[in-house]
């Protein structure tokens, strides 16, 4: 079952957030002072030569990093590449070697791996109970000693290693903190006629309709990878229950997913598949394909995580992209109220052959990683504390705004598949995928996720 830290900590890591929020809005004269004055990376930890925690060494050694950051128009992957480039300038002994792959690739591989006891050095791995199962197995190693180096731990967001802890070990270091919005692009507004962004569910649907006439896809996503879907269909849930919470109850025996709430959030949900909100054949186009119909200026509106604000600044839309909360359903839920998303996260092979050299490197690249997505404009929603003037370093009006939503977070919910069993989690990641190709009888999509449940408990 689930670390019961996670609902605890929800509010708790999110609402601390601010941090860099905070420095967005340029209430600190020293920092944005300092911001004008340098225009460049932001002041965290101490970090200078992080990786120097064992004497130097002769002995050659290749760490394989396994990875989701498979594009190269992203400030991800140009963060991945030039730190793994800088540690090996600096140790010639350590080769990095780099297994790139999309999200669900990446999830099908590990699992593979992880079946033969053959989990590469480093890892990717979400939080709760989606890593839950290889922390049973024993395959990843407590990094509790690296956290302790040259202050990492304390870089950290306050609460937000709860998500990735079992038993007073902390085993995985999170890329990012964020929160799900509603990208949209203002030109196609404009060029369709919607003068704002929807507050309301009913809104969404009219403009829908509205960009549909006008022969301009309404919502892009990738359903291929079966994630999207879920992410989304979570935010009309935490809607349509009036509040987080609603997996909590199920987990906890008060509710059922034949509940009127999530029954409702079916039904919306495939209000919007059968608005033709969706591009045609989304199960068949991955999440960075399903991106790139947003970031190509070619959909309105994605709903996503805050993450991708850095990859919508440097894609051929920028400077035309807002966001907003996702609105109310039938007048239910706070718009303040997010999904919440503790990054994927990086954690060390337990059998790994150079554990100390691995988590050498590891705790080199997290030191270095809150500073280089500053420099590369992609700090916003990274899960480590960031001291610096957005405005000041030349971050864009979409990253400002991001930052404000972050000021308004009141709290939320976790994603599905990091709330329930891995099991259960496959049957609701395949019965939303579903939605998008057959209409359901809500009933029955809700009776299937119960059934999953019990016979997973």
């Given amino acids: 079952m689930v670390n019961r830290k996670i609902k605890q900590s929800a509010t708790i890591a999110f609402t601390a957030v601010m941090a860099l929020s905070l420095a967005a809005c340029g209430n600190s004269n020293n920092n944005a002072n300092d911001g004008a004055k340098n225009n460049a990376a932001p002041n965290t930890t101490d970090s200078g030569n992080a990786a120097a925690t064992t004497a130097p060494s002769d002995k050659k050694v290749t760490i394989t990093f396994q990875n989701i950051y498979p594009d190269p128009a992203t400030p991800a992957y140009k963060m991945i590449n030039e730190l793994t480039e800088q540690y090996q300038k600096e140790h010639p002994n350590v080769t990095i070697e780099l297994d790139t792959l999309n999200t669900d690739q990446q999830k099908v591989k590990l699992k593979t ?36 180096q040259n202050g990492l731990k304390d870089t950290y967001q306050e609460g937000l290693l709860d998500y990735y802890s079992f038993d007073n ?23 369709a006629g919607i003068a704002a962004p929807p507050t309301t569910f009913d809104e969404l649907l009219q403009d829908v309709k509205i960009l549909k006439d006008k022969g301009i896809t309404p919502l892009a996503i990738g359903e291929k990878d079966s994630w999207t879907g879920s992410f989304l269909f979570m935010n009309i849930l935490l809607r349509t229950n009036g509040g987080p919470g609603f997996l909590q109850d199920v987990l906890d025996g008060k509710k059922t997913f034949e ?16 608005a033709g909100a969706f591009p045609d054949g989304a199960t068949s186009i991955d999440a960075n394909a399903g991106g790139n119909i947003f970031k190509t200026g070619k959909a309105a509106m994605w709903s996503i995580g805050s993450w991708e604000t850095g990859a919508i600044d440097a894609s051929p839309v920028a400077g035309k992209v807002g966001a907003f909360q996702f609105p109310t359903v039938n007048g239910k839920g706070d718009p303040n109220e997010f999904m919440l998303a503790p990054g994927s996260a990086f954690a060390v092979s337990a059998n790994s052959e150079h554990l100390q050299e691995t ?8 030191s270095e990683y809150p500073k280089k997505q500053f420099e590369l404009k992609n700090a916003v929603g990274i899960g480590q504390k960031v001291d610096g003037d957005l405005k000041a370093a030349g971050y864009s009006d979409l990253a400002v705004n991001i930052a404000g939503l972050f000021n308004q977070v009141k709290g939320g919910d976790l994603a599905f598949d990091n709330t329930m069993n891995p099991a259960t989690a496959q049957v609701h990641l395949s019965s939303i995928q579903n939605l998008f190709v057959q209409k359901m009888d809500s009933a029955a999509v809700a009776k299937e996720h119960q059934a999953a449940f019990e016979a997973n408990k």
């Fill in 359 to 366: 988590k050498d490197f590891l705790n080199f690249f997290a």
């Fill in 113 to 148: 791996q992880a079946a033969s006891k053959e989990v590469p050095d480093i890892t990717i791995v979400n939080p709760a109970a989606q890593m839950k199962p290889f922390v049973d197995a024993g395959l990843f190693a407590p990094l509790n000693d690296m956290l302790d």
């Fill in 259 to 274: 509940d009127p709430a999530f029954v409702e959030a079916v039904d919306a949900f495939q209000a919007l598949v059968q």
């Fill in 169 to 191: 070990n902390v085993y995985a270091l999170p890329d990012g903190n964020n929160i799900e919005v509603v990208y949209y692009n203002k030109d196609l507004f404009a060029q």
